[in-house]
């Protein structure tokens, strides 16, 4: 059973990425941070006497299933009631998230990069966000938890509800979609 600090630590520890990893999918900053403030208040409220080793699963679900949810009251919002929001110019919909803000400066020791340095690292740290964005929503999941949670293939599919085959093809896709991408922009990572 997980301690009430060993809970806090753990939320403390996944906020940051499951905020954005919420943004790619939702792209609106105040929806994300929502969802992510659901879901934590589900994990603590519904499974906070699990063992520490189950939160991460848990909580990836229980994450997952509350962006579904967004979409699911978003889609029928949408097909009763005219939103105003559609009228809204860019900038309103979360697109705005400012990468540098998220971006750690280099710990004491390294090297300061120059301001050219700096600023190309920007672009492409938003041309990949970008990209990330475009990716179909199954694959986008699929990648984030992958490559950004660092989850194995099996804690993935049993996180997203499918097969382990289907991961692996969700992922090979979304990596060769976002390498031509890439490289059509002349990023070579």
Known sequence: MA???ELSDFLKSVDKRAFKR???HVRNEE????IVQDSMLKLAEHYGDKPLAELPMLFQRILTNCTLDWFRRQKTRNALFSSMSDF???GDD?????????YQSPAEGELAQS??????????LRDIE???QELPARQREAFLMRYWEEMDVAETAAAMGCSEGSVKTHCFRAVQTLSKALKAKGIVL
């Open 3 to 5: 301690t009430e600090q």
């Open 22 to 24: 919420t943004l790619y």
């Open 31 to 34: 929806s994300a941070l929502d």
């Open 88 to 90: 809204e110019g860019p």
């Open 94 to 102: 979360g697109q705005d998230f400012d990468f540098l803000e998220a």
């Open 115 to 124: 301001a050219e340095d700096t600023v190309r690292r920007a672009q492409v």
């Open 130 to 132: 970008a990209e990330i």
